[in-house]
């Protein structure tokens, strides 16, 4: 057992609720400060589990997002305000801090549920004459727009866009862009509702 899970209490999410919690979040936050190309609102609470490192880009995160145990957050990452990321999800950015070729971009209210994983890029193999471990990466960002809950074991692949407002099943593989609002499910993932349409059709149905 580990002097965090001692102080924490054993909840995988960071918090202040006693003095073992603020001395652990306090901790976590300047292990994820400490980086030159990191920065981190005060407000957050960063479990010291987490490794965090901006590698060649730059990390940010906005006011009262929180991440927890566990958690790999690596390369060009940039998320929003009021956000939270699970135990152990796994999320890599790549590029320098200006590029946004290999960016991930999570956005405002965003809930990301435990081993989700998203890498903005892949590996080339299309030379046969060379080892695919060195034909380089191909890079497409990952954009998770405002107020969307990705549920467990989710995997984003390299290029998708989340539009606002949607929920991702669990297990679900998402190849192509969600639009605003929908509910997506499945391998690969596709939408099976908008939200709040019934109620829609409802009021549609109700004004003839």
Not at 90 to 101: K, L
């Amino acid at each position: 057992m580990s002097l965090w899970t001692l102080l924490e209490g054993g909840y995988s999410m960071p918090g202040r609720q006693t003095i073992g919690r603020r001395i652990s979040a306090a901790f976590g936050y300047w292990l994820a400060n400490r980086h030159k190309q990191a920065t981190i609102h005060p407000t957050c609470l960063i479990s010291p589990e987490a490794k965090i490192c901006p590698r060649q880009g730059r990390i940010e995160i906005g006011e009262g997002s929180v991440v927890a145990a566990g958690v790999l957050l690596q390369g060009n990452v940039v998320m929003g305000r009021k956000s939270s990321i699970q135990a152990y999800a796994n999320i890599v950015g790549y590029g320098g801090p200006d590029e946004e070729s290999g960016r991930i971009t999570i956005g405002n209210g965003v809930r990301i549920a435990s081993h989700t994983i998203m890498i903005a890029g892949n590996h080339r193999f299309d030379d046969m004459t060379r080892p695919i471990h060195k034909q380089g990466m191909q890079l497409a960002p990952i954009v998770i727009e405002d107020d969307v809950w990705i549920a467990a074991r989710v995997n984003i692949m390299a290029g998708v866009t989340i539009g606002t407002g949607s929920v991702i099943a669990a297990g679900a593989v998402v190849t192509k862009d969600i639009p605003p609002y929908s509910i997506a499910a499945g391998v690969p993932a596709v939408v099976i509702k908008q939200r709040g349409k019934q109620e829609q059709d409802e009021c549609k149905i109700e004004s003839r």
